[in-house]
């Protein structure tokens, strides 16, 4: 990871938990980076930790008041936040994010987030019940709406005595976010992205149903990273339990038929669409308007689902278009016959033998070119940040 912020600006926002003194520890792994950071805290945080701290470690001022006018050591907000790629907030308390949500400017980190027009990343940090009050929980939604990436707090033991959600992030769980939001420096910026996600249910009558085994994790982990890259993400996903990922809009379907409606009512709109969901290529010929009895054979007639992919290829136009194959023998040949099948631009093939629910996965990005790129076992975190290197690097192609 050694240089791997090389050339960065970022801005490290602390305000005043307790949590302030691990910011320290998150300055000395962005400057080990090679990143160049620029400290800012609030009157908060200078009673938890010194500045001369984070003054020694960044070999530069930190900034702290406003209303100074000394230029050689502090160069003003607007400068400051106008170089920076990056602003993190951590820990970020209820009175900043509250202050950052409704555009208070009184200190020089509130200053900032208004003058900057970078990416904005906030860890907040508090009491269990602080972070669980709605009018914490309504802020950050507002903040979350305007684009601003938010990490979870992690449950734990807090610093009151009690156990609950509300401690700073791990420090790995900034970092990587740091690193994520840097490293693609908004290169989907512009693109409206839909996602599709999980498996569907198609009914058989009002309790039962026929469904297959995919979490969902692949597609979130993809609109996550299309989020983080810039793109304007949506999100349709059948049955999962997974949480929603920050400043994603998602729409939840059932069977193929409302994937199907979703997608189309989007795609107008759309400019790469990518089909992660393992739609149900059938559904039960008709579903059982009460509870089904037994009996003692049962026989289902199953009709053909709509291929939403191959419809979408139909009226392809400028759009990018992402499918997967998940595949037990032939990988690359089905995967390649899909691809020119349905238009796409994108085959992703999947080794279900590797994958399927789990945290990793295996897979081979086929082009439209004829470009095959076999990828080791990954976290699908990482997964797709590779499937989205190929998208960005076929729109530079045509722009070429
Ligand atoms: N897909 C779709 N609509 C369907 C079925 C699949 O959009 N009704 C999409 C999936 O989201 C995935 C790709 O198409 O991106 C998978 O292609 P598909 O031909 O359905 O793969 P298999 O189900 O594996 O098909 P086959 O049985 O032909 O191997």
New binding site residues.
């Given amino acids: 990871m050694k240089g791997s912020l090389e050339g960065k600006e970022i801005i490290l926002g602390v305000s005043g938990s307790i949590a302030a003194y691990k910011a320290v520890e998150i300055l000395r792994e962005l400057t080990g980076r090679g990143a160049a950071v620029t400290v800012v805290m609030t009157e908060g945080a200078q009673r938890f930790v010194a500045p001369l701290t984070f003054e020694t470690l960044s070999r530069r001022p930190v900034l702290t008041d406003l209303f100074t006018l000394d230029y050689d050591k502090h160069i003003g907000h607007v400068a400051t936040g106008e170089r920076a790629n990056l602003l993190v907030v951590a820990p970020a308390t209820a009175n900043t994010i509250a202050k950052f949500a409704h555009g208070l400017a009184d200190d020089f980190l509130s200053n900032l987030y208004l003058s900057s027009p970078c990416p904005v990343l906030l860890a907040p940090a508090m009491d269990r019940e602080m972070y669980a009050h709605s009018a914490v929980q309504e802020n950050l939604t507002h903040l979350k709406a305007r684009g601003v990436h938010v990490l979870e707090p992690e449950y734990g033991e807090l610093a009151s005595g009690l156990i609950g959600r509300g401690r700073l992030p791990e420090l790995s769980t900034i970092l990587q976010k740091i690193d994520d939001l840097l490293r693609h420096q908004g290169d989907l910026t512009g693109e409206t992205v839909l996602v599709?996600a999980g498996p569907t249910q198609e009914l058989l009558d009002p309790v039962r149903y026929i469904s297959n085994r995919s979490t969902g994790k692949m597609g979130f982990a993809l609109a996550q990273a299309a989020q983080d890259r810039g793109a304007h993400v949506t999100l349709v996903s059948g049955p999962t339990s997974l949480p929603t990922p920050p400043g994603i809009m998602r729409t939840d379907v059932t069977t193929?038929e409302e994937m199907y409606q979703a997608v189309l009512d989007r795609l107008d709109t759309t400019t790469i669409l990518i089909?992660?969901?393992?739609?149900a290529?059938y559904r039960p010929s008709s579903s059982a308007s009460q509870k089904m009895k037994k009996q003692e054979t049962l026989t289902v007639e199953f009709v053909r689902?709509?291929?939403?992919?191959?419809e979408a290829g139909r009226h392809k136009g400028s759009r990018i278009l992402v499918?997967?194959?998940?595949?037990t023998e032939d990988l690359l040949e089905?995967a390649r016959e899909?691809l020119r099948k349905?238009h796409l631009d994108l085959i992703v093939a999947n080794d279900i033998r590797v994958g399927f629910g789990g945290e990793t996965t295996r897979v081979t990005i086929l082009d439209r070119h004829g470009g095959v790129q076999e990828l080791p076992e990954r976290s699908k975190r990482e997964v797709a940040h590779q499937i989205l290197d190929r998208v960005v690097a076929l729109r530079s192609g045509e722009r070429a």
Avoid: R, S, Y
């Avoid at 089909?275 to 739609?279: D, E, G, N, R």
């Avoid at 689902?305 to 191959?310: G, K, Q, T, W």
């Fill in positions: 599709t193929a089909m992660a969901a393992a739609v290529d689902n709509p291929d939403i992919l191959a499918g997967f194959a998940a595949e089905n899909k349905k």
